[in-house]
Every structure is written in structure tokens, then in C-alpha cells.
Nanobody, 130 residues
């Protein structure tokens, strides 16, 4: 079992920045992929970004490319989502998730599908005011 705990959400004005953190515990994370998803009220959950823990390969949704950066700290077993140039449409509950297959031959589209992830955090609210 893996436990994921997010932190760092809050209220920020448009154009501002926030950094979300997701700390994993319970098992070694070396072969996992950590993803970030978000869900706004009345909308479906959508993929934001993902990072392969071993090697650091990253994947991004088009809507956040150039504004958000995903990274990880192996020693702390913590992943980060640095969000810059925030827009009101970024307002959502943000969730981190872990995909545990250990495979490295999946396509980017695979990691954008929430159903492929095995573990989820509780979510953290991000609100961007205009």
C-alpha cells in the first residue's frame, strides 16, 4: 500500500503562483509514476501532469504546458507541482496519484488516464481569483 498526502493549496490571484506537494509513504516509490489531476465543480476530473520517478520523464496536459512544472525529490519521496501564471480556470481540487505497474513502455496518453492509477491522495483546493 502507498499513502499519498497533498499540501500547498490555497487562494491566489490570477497571475500568481502556488506549489503543491505530494508525499508518498508505505512502499518504495522508485518504479512508480506520480500524476496530478484536478477536478473543478461540475466538471470531470482531468489530467494535469505526471512524472516517472525513475528517470524523471514528464508529461503535461496542453492546458498547463509552459506554466506548470512537475518535479520530484527522491530522498523525500515527495513530488511537486509548481504552478505559475495561474488563471481562474485553474481553480479545482488537485489530486496526486500513483501508478505502480513499473512499466516504462506506456505512452503519454496512458498516464493521462486516471483509471490507470492505483493510489490517490485526499486532494487539495486551489482557488484562483480574477
Amino acid at each position: 500500500q502507498v499513502q499519498l498526502v497533498e499540501s500547498g493549496g490555497g487562494l491566489v490571484q490570477a497571475g500568481g503562483s502556488l506549489r503543491l506537494s505530494c508525499t508518498a509513504s508505505g512502499r518504495t516509490f522508485w518504479s512508480y509514476v506520480m500524476g496530478w489531476f484536478r477536478q473543478a465543480p461540475g466538471k470531470e476530473r482531468e489530467f494535469v501532469a505526471a512524472i516517472r520517478w525513475r528517470g524523471g520523464v514528464t508529461y503535461y496536459a496542453d492546458s498547463v504546458k509552459g506554466r506548470f512544472t512537475i518535479s520530484r525529490d527522491n530522498a523525500k519521496m515527495t513530488g511537486y507541482l509548481q504552478m505559475n501564471s495561474l488563471k481562474p480556470e485553474d481553480t479545482a481540487v488537485y489530486y496526486c496519484a500513483a501508478e505502480s505497474s513499473g512499466r516504462t513502455d506506456y505512452s503519454a496518453s496512458y498516464y493521462s488516464r486516471g483509471l490507470e492509477y492505483d493510489y490517490w491522495g485526499q486532494g487539495t483546493q486551489v482557488t484562483v481569483s480574477s
